[in-house]
Protein backbone atom coordinates (compact mmCIF):
# COMPACT_ATOMS: atom_id res chain seq x y z
CA UNK A 1 0.00 0.00 0.00
CA UNK A 2 1.38 3.89 -0.48
CA UNK A 3 3.57 5.18 1.65
CA UNK A 4 3.88 8.44 4.26
CA UNK A 5 3.97 11.17 1.44
CA UNK A 6 5.33 14.44 1.42
CA UNK A 7 5.36 17.48 -0.79
CA UNK A 8 7.06 19.54 -2.42
CA UNK A 9 10.42 16.87 -2.01
CA UNK A 10 12.40 20.30 -2.22
CA UNK A 11 11.58 24.45 -1.47
CA UNK A 12 13.82 27.13 -1.93
CA UNK A 13 12.62 30.13 0.11
CA UNK A 14 13.80 33.27 0.62
CA UNK A 15 14.09 34.35 4.20
CA UNK A 16 10.91 36.33 5.51
CA UNK A 17 8.75 34.31 3.29
CA UNK A 18 6.17 32.14 4.27
CA UNK A 19 6.01 28.32 3.37
CA UNK A 20 3.83 25.23 3.70
CA UNK A 21 5.02 21.54 3.67
CA UNK A 22 2.60 18.79 3.55
CA UNK A 23 2.28 15.88 4.46
CA UNK A 24 -0.02 12.75 3.88
CA UNK A 25 -0.10 9.99 5.91
CA UNK A 26 -0.92 6.43 6.05
CA UNK A 27 -4.57 5.74 5.20
CA UNK A 28 -5.71 4.88 8.42
CA UNK A 29 -2.82 5.94 10.63
CA UNK A 30 -5.03 7.96 13.71
CA UNK A 31 -1.10 9.50 14.67
CA UNK A 32 1.11 12.01 12.90
CA UNK A 33 4.29 13.18 13.50
CA UNK A 34 6.63 16.04 12.89
CA UNK A 35 10.13 15.61 13.41
CA UNK A 36 13.18 18.32 11.81
CA UNK A 37 16.48 17.01 10.41
CA UNK A 38 19.49 19.83 10.51
CA UNK A 39 22.76 18.65 8.48
CA UNK A 40 24.02 16.01 9.95
CA UNK A 41 22.18 16.14 12.87
CA UNK A 42 19.45 13.66 14.45
CA UNK A 43 15.45 14.13 14.04
CA UNK A 44 14.27 16.91 16.64
CA UNK A 45 10.68 16.39 17.85
CA UNK A 46 7.98 19.07 16.24
CA UNK A 47 4.67 18.35 16.80
CA UNK A 48 2.29 15.27 17.29
CA UNK A 49 -1.33 15.06 16.30
CA UNK A 50 -3.79 12.36 17.54
CA UNK A 51 -6.91 11.60 16.50
CA UNK A 52 -9.20 14.57 17.57
CA UNK A 53 -6.93 15.09 20.52
CA UNK A 54 -5.55 18.75 21.02
CA UNK A 55 -2.05 18.34 19.07
CA UNK A 56 1.34 18.35 21.31
CA UNK A 57 3.34 21.45 20.25
CA UNK A 58 5.63 20.99 22.73
CA UNK A 59 8.37 20.68 20.59
CA UNK A 60 7.92 23.65 17.94
CA UNK A 61 10.79 26.29 18.26
CA UNK A 62 9.43 29.58 17.78
CA UNK A 63 5.97 31.03 17.80
CA UNK A 64 7.12 31.23 13.66
CA UNK A 65 5.61 27.50 13.48
CA UNK A 66 2.41 25.94 13.22
CA UNK A 67 0.65 22.47 12.18
CA UNK A 68 -2.88 21.63 11.26
CA UNK A 69 -4.34 18.90 10.34
CA UNK A 70 -7.75 18.50 8.98
CA UNK A 71 -10.17 15.62 9.16
CA UNK A 72 -7.25 13.51 10.84
CA UNK A 73 -6.00 12.85 7.67
CA UNK A 74 -3.54 15.24 5.75
CA UNK A 75 -1.32 17.74 8.30
CA UNK A 76 0.47 21.19 6.89
CA UNK A 77 3.00 22.37 8.55
CA UNK A 78 3.30 25.96 8.48
CA UNK A 79 6.88 28.13 9.22
CA UNK A 80 6.41 31.93 9.07
CA UNK A 81 8.79 34.36 7.98
CA UNK A 82 11.54 32.36 7.42
CA UNK A 83 14.97 32.34 8.87
CA UNK A 84 18.18 30.73 7.72
CA UNK A 85 18.14 28.20 10.94
CA UNK A 86 15.10 27.29 9.53
CA UNK A 87 16.91 25.51 6.77
CA UNK A 88 16.59 21.47 7.26
CA UNK A 89 14.75 18.48 5.77
CA UNK A 90 11.28 18.47 7.82
CA UNK A 91 10.15 14.88 8.01
CA UNK A 92 6.78 13.40 9.05
CA UNK A 93 5.39 10.08 10.41
CA UNK A 94 2.45 8.19 11.15
CA UNK A 95 1.78 5.28 12.98
CA UNK A 96 -1.38 3.39 13.40
CA UNK A 97 -2.88 4.68 17.17
CA UNK A 98 0.50 6.47 18.58
CA UNK A 99 2.05 5.40 21.69
CA UNK A 100 5.34 4.07 22.47
CA UNK A 101 4.38 0.52 21.09
CA UNK A 102 4.02 1.52 17.80
CA UNK A 103 6.07 1.97 14.65
CA UNK A 104 6.23 5.41 13.23
CA UNK A 105 6.67 5.38 9.26
CA UNK A 106 8.30 8.11 7.91
CA UNK A 107 7.74 10.00 4.38
CA UNK A 108 10.81 11.13 2.52
CA UNK A 109 11.32 14.38 3.88
CA UNK A 110 10.37 18.29 2.26
CA UNK A 111 14.31 19.57 2.06
CA UNK A 112 13.75 23.56 2.99
CA UNK A 113 16.52 25.64 1.90
CA UNK A 114 16.17 29.22 3.35
CA UNK A 115 18.70 31.70 0.97
CA UNK B 1 16.47 14.48 27.45
CA UNK B 2 18.21 13.25 24.21
CA UNK B 3 19.74 9.86 24.49
CA UNK B 4 23.52 9.81 23.59
CA UNK B 5 24.13 7.05 20.93
CA UNK B 6 28.07 5.32 21.01
CA UNK B 7 30.19 5.02 18.76
CA UNK B 8 29.62 8.35 16.37
CA UNK B 9 31.11 6.56 12.84
CA UNK B 10 31.81 2.32 12.71
CA UNK B 11 33.79 1.17 9.92
CA UNK B 12 33.42 -2.41 9.24
CA UNK B 13 34.21 -5.59 6.56
CA UNK B 14 32.15 -7.15 5.51
CA UNK B 15 30.82 -9.94 7.66
CA UNK B 16 32.18 -8.46 10.57
CA UNK B 17 29.64 -7.79 13.86
CA UNK B 18 28.71 -4.11 14.93
CA UNK B 19 27.35 -3.17 18.65
CA UNK B 20 25.56 0.32 18.89
CA UNK B 21 24.79 1.85 22.38
CA UNK B 22 21.82 4.50 23.26
CA UNK B 23 22.14 5.31 26.47
CA UNK B 24 19.71 7.76 28.52
CA UNK B 25 19.59 9.43 31.58
CA UNK B 26 16.03 8.22 32.60
CA UNK B 27 14.16 4.83 32.47
CA UNK B 28 12.81 4.31 29.01
CA UNK B 29 9.20 2.97 28.16
CA UNK B 30 10.32 1.81 24.91
CA UNK B 31 13.56 2.55 22.38
CA UNK B 32 12.77 2.47 18.40
CA UNK B 33 15.62 2.08 16.33
CA UNK B 34 15.96 3.39 12.92
CA UNK B 35 18.86 2.78 9.79
CA UNK B 36 18.61 6.39 7.17
CA UNK B 37 20.31 5.69 4.39
CA UNK B 38 21.72 9.51 2.74
CA UNK B 39 18.50 11.31 1.33
CA UNK B 40 15.85 8.60 2.13
CA UNK B 41 13.48 8.58 4.85
CA UNK B 42 14.65 6.41 8.23
CA UNK B 43 13.44 2.66 7.95
CA UNK B 44 11.78 1.25 10.76
CA UNK B 45 14.11 -1.56 12.20
CA UNK B 46 13.02 -2.49 15.51
CA UNK B 47 11.37 -1.52 19.02
CA UNK B 48 12.40 -2.39 22.38
CA UNK B 49 10.16 -2.79 25.32
CA UNK B 50 10.39 -2.09 29.00
CA UNK B 51 8.69 -5.21 29.40
CA UNK B 52 10.88 -7.36 27.19
CA UNK B 53 8.89 -7.93 24.27
CA UNK B 54 10.43 -7.16 20.91
CA UNK B 55 9.27 -5.81 17.62
CA UNK B 56 11.44 -6.26 13.98
CA UNK B 57 13.94 -7.54 11.91
CA UNK B 58 14.76 -11.40 12.37
CA UNK B 59 18.55 -10.32 11.54
CA UNK B 60 19.32 -7.78 14.26
CA UNK B 61 18.77 -7.97 17.86
CA UNK B 62 18.51 -5.12 20.42
CA UNK B 63 18.88 -5.22 24.14
CA UNK B 64 17.96 -3.27 26.99
CA UNK B 65 20.14 -3.28 30.08
CA UNK B 66 18.83 -4.07 33.91
CA UNK B 67 17.39 -0.42 34.32
CA UNK B 68 16.17 0.01 31.49
CA UNK B 69 18.31 2.99 30.65
CA UNK B 70 20.42 1.69 27.73
CA UNK B 71 19.83 -0.21 24.53
CA UNK B 72 22.48 -1.89 22.33
CA UNK B 73 21.56 -3.08 18.70
CA UNK B 74 23.53 -6.03 17.32
CA UNK B 75 24.45 -6.43 14.00
CA UNK B 76 25.82 -9.80 12.74
CA UNK B 77 27.80 -10.76 9.89
CA UNK B 78 26.84 -7.04 8.64
CA UNK B 79 25.95 -6.79 4.91
CA UNK B 80 26.53 -3.54 2.49
CA UNK B 81 23.22 -3.01 2.72
CA UNK B 82 23.59 -2.11 6.31
CA UNK B 83 25.69 1.07 6.05
CA UNK B 84 23.71 4.05 6.69
CA UNK B 85 22.83 6.11 9.70
CA UNK B 86 21.60 4.52 12.83
CA UNK B 87 19.26 6.42 15.04
CA UNK B 88 17.65 5.48 18.58
CA UNK B 89 14.72 7.05 19.67
CA UNK B 90 13.46 6.85 23.12
CA UNK B 91 10.14 6.83 24.87
CA UNK B 92 10.76 8.03 28.73
CA UNK B 93 9.07 6.18 30.97
CA UNK B 94 6.46 7.71 32.91
CA UNK B 95 5.69 10.25 29.95
CA UNK B 96 2.03 10.10 28.58
CA UNK B 97 2.55 7.17 26.36
CA UNK B 98 2.31 9.75 23.07
CA UNK B 99 5.02 8.20 20.56
CA UNK B 100 6.80 10.85 20.92
CA UNK B 101 10.25 9.99 20.52
CA UNK B 102 13.44 11.44 21.44
CA UNK B 103 16.30 11.07 19.13
CA UNK B 104 20.40 10.50 19.77
CA UNK B 105 22.61 11.79 17.16
CA UNK B 106 22.91 8.79 14.99
CA UNK B 107 26.06 6.58 14.56
CA UNK B 108 27.34 6.45 10.76
CA UNK B 109 27.76 2.72 9.88
CA UNK B 110 30.05 1.90 6.91
CA UNK B 111 30.54 -1.68 5.32
CA UNK B 112 33.25 -2.48 3.16
CA UNK B 113 33.37 -5.17 1.01
Known amino acids: GAGVSQSPSNKVTEKGKDVELRCDPISGHTALYWYRQSLGQGLEFLIY????????KSGLPSDRFSAERTGGSVSTLTIQRTQQEDSAVYLCASSVSGGGTDTQYFGPGTRLTVL | QQPVQSPQAVILREGEDAVINCSSS?????VHWYRQKHGEAPIFLMILLKGGEQKGHDKISASFNEKKQQSSLYLTASQLSYSGTYFC??????????????FGQGTTLQVKP
Open chain 2, 89 to 102: GTDDEGSSNTGKLI
Open chain 1, 49 to 56: FQGNSAPD
Open chain 2, 26 to 30: KALYS
